[in-house]
Structures are given as C-alpha cells and as structure tokens.
C-alpha cells in the first residue's frame, strides 16, 4: 500500500482508500526523519519528500535508476546522486487564482487536489523568483479577466531579470482586452521584469530575456526549454564533456537553445537538431557571438520523426542526446546503425532513459557509467546522464 508523507520502516495509522492510503497518524516514525523546511509541506503539491534526511533520500533516488536499468536487465556503475542546493530552481510555474488584496493568488495546486495552495515562500526557488511573489500577483490579476481563464505563469531567472510566459487565459471569447493588456504591461513595468509574453506572444518588453550558456550568452524565445537548476546544468554538462573529450566531430540531438552544444563546441565541431525552429534560431543568433568555438551546423528537425540517419554520422566520432520525456526511440536506433563510437544520453525519465540504452547495448555499445541527478529537489523525480562506448 502506497501511503504518501511517511518513510520505510514506520508504524503509521492510516485511512485506506483501495492501493493507497492517506496518513492519520505516526505511531513509530523512522529516524530519517527530518521536520520539513517549508511551512507549505504537506498541503502544497509541489514536494512531497521534505521529511526525508538527504543521504537516504539520495540513496533512494539513484536506487531508482538501479531498478529502472535492471528492468532492461542492465548493469552499469551507478555513481552517487548529485544533489542539487535548496533555493535553486530558476523556473516555476505559478498558477495564479482569484483572491487576495493583490486581486490574485499564486501558488502550487495542492496535493492531490486542483485547490490552489498559495505561496509566500518556496524553499528549492532561487530567492529572486520569492522576491518577485508580489509583484507576480500583481502582474496575474489582469490575466484573471474572463471567469474561465486559469492562468500559469512560467516565470524564469534570466540574467537580465525575470522572464513571464503566460498560458491558461481564455482566448474564444476574444482573448486579452486592450485595457487588460495595458494593466499587464504597467504592472510589468512596475515589477522590472524583462519581458512578458502570452502563450509567448509579446505584452511587455523591456530587454531581452538572455541566459548564459557555458561561453555563450542567449537570448532565449518566449517559452524555452531552459533546465531548472543552473548547478546541476552544470554538472552535466561537465560529465558530457568528459565523455567526449577527443572528440573532433560531435552531434548534439535535442539540443534546444544550446545548453550542450556551445560548451561542446570547446571540443570539436557540431551538429545541432532539435524540434524548435525558435530555440535552433536563438542558438544560431548566439553562436556568432561566443569566442573561441569551433563550427556548429543547427537544423530545425523532429528527431521522433525524422531522426538524423546512420548515414548522416558517418563522419561524427561522439553524439550527445538530451530527449524529452518519452525518450529517443528512434534516433537511438539510427545511432546503434552508425559507426559513432561515443555516446551520452542525457534524461529526465529513467524508464525511456533504459528503453534506450537497451538499443544503444543490442548495437554493440557498452554503458559504462551513470550519474543520477536530483534537479527536482524534494521529488520523486530523478534525471540522469549515461555514457556509452563500442
């Protein structure tokens, strides 16, 4: 039975509710037990393992990956998880609601519940997001016009302040007023924030939203993919690199605005694809701007439909992936085809990750090592970087 906020090894008192059960009561509570840092904890849906000491919780979480790898009867060094810092998250998504003196509620949905939980501070946000709950309320009240709209703000750390994008606001009945749009844009203005974008169409800009990635600085498109913490971005991209190093030809699929591709780009030269046309844009734009790089070719491709062919890396020595969710099917496929000899799988879902390797192993690779990443601090989610050789 799957019983929510306790730990292995307690005794609890529970309400059943079929193959879960909610918590009444702890009779015998574990000694990983911590008190949760949040005041939030507990009715915000946003964590649900603030209870749990860290060397535990860490433990649990590169487990995770041991069993998902063993399912593809998989066997690797698993190294130990790296841990991302409270207060890090550069992007949330803040759902806003009717209320408050603000005219606006920002918060989380609440466990297991559509009701809003509103926010005064968030413990794995950057302290600059919790700073600007204010003045994001302020900006949410104009988008709350129409009864039906339920907006989400995506609210993004940027290096030349906060990026909005928008989404959930009523559109049949005609979209945003004139006046609601004026009061968006005072109201943005008043919070300094960069830029503001609906469904990433512009409704206020002051600067470029522009981040930095690896030597390149990056003006990103309204809505980019952009990883959450800027530590563990970091730390993978080192162990990507390392896994390349030698490397002259190199491609980075699923590249997105260029979080591998310009730090690749110090080893050798690139081949860059990805689904987006704004984010291939954004990296061609920034690309001619950073020092010291050799050459990257950026495509536009739908890697799930049009994956680069075996014949197409005939001249690539090493290829980094970084797929959604659903992982890199296809692509793996064309990989295990080619002569490439070095592989780095970047994942956000050990299951697609493994379904993957699986492919990448039947080919003739060897996995060689694994490191868990805890992006998601507090989470059930666990994100991961694997390297393979012939």
């Not at 209320?99 to 968030?122: N, Q, V, Y």
């Not at 940027?158 to 606001?169: A, E, K, M």
């Amino acid at each position: 039975m799957f019983v929510p906020l306790t730990l292995p090894g307690e005794q609890v008192r529970v309400f059943p509710e079929g193959s879960r059960a909610e918590l009444d009561s702890i009779l015998s509570p574990s000694p990983d037990r911590i008190a949760p840092p949040c005041p939030h904890f507990g009715e915000c849906g946003g964590c649900s393992l603030q209870h749990w000491s860290a060397l535990p919780y860490l433990a649990w979480k590169r487990d995770r990956v041991i069993e998902a790898l063993s399912r593809e009867s998989l066997e690797t060094e698993v190294l130990e998880t790296f841990a991302s810092p409270p207060g890090s998250r550069r992007r949330l998504a803040l759902h806003a609601r009717p209320g408050g003196k603000a005219g606006a509620l920002l918060g989380f949905k609440g466990r297991r519940s559509w009701k809003l939980t509103p926010l005064d501070i968030c413990t794995i946000a950057d302290p600059r997001l919790v700073a600007a709950f204010p003045a994001l309320r302020l900006l949410a009240r104009p988008f709350l016009e129409h009864p039906k709209s339920a907006p989400t703000l995506h609210v993004t750390v940027t290096r030349t302040g906060l990026d909005v994008d928008i989404t959930g606001v009523e559109r049949r009945s005609g979209g945003l007023s004139a006046d609601a749009r004026v009061r968006a844009a005072q109201a943005a203005e008043a919070g300094n924030f960069a830029r503001v974008t609906l469904a990433g169409e512009a409704v206020y800009g002051a600067r470029q939203a522009v981040v930095t990635l690896g030597p390149a600085s990056v003006a990103l498109p309204p809505g980019a993919f952009l990883q959450a913490v800027p530590q563990a971005e970091v730390a993978m991209a080192q162990f990507a690199i390392e896994a390349v190093s030698g490397a002259a030809r190199i491609a980075d699929l699923y590249c997105g605005v260029g979080t591998f591709t310009f730090r690749l780009a110090q080893v050798g030269t690139v081949l860059a694809a990805d689904s987006s046309a704004p984010a291939i844009a954004a990296l061609k734009a920034a690309g001619g701007s950073a020092p010291g790089l050799k050459s990257i070719t950026a495509e536009a491709r739908d890697l799930a439909r049009r994956p680069v062919l075996a014949r197409e890396l005939a001249k690539i020595d090493a290829v980094v992936f970084d797929p959604p969710r659903a992982g890199a099917m296809e692509q793996a496929r064309e990989i295990g085809l080619s002569k490439v000899a070095r592989v780095v799988g970047v994942s956000c879902d050990p299951a697609t990750f493994a379904r993957d390797a699986r492919i990448l192993v039947n080919a003739g690779f060897t996995l060689e090592r694994v490191l868990p990443v805890d992006q998601f601090l507090w989470s059930p989610h666990v994100e991961l970087v694997g390297v393979f050789s012939r």
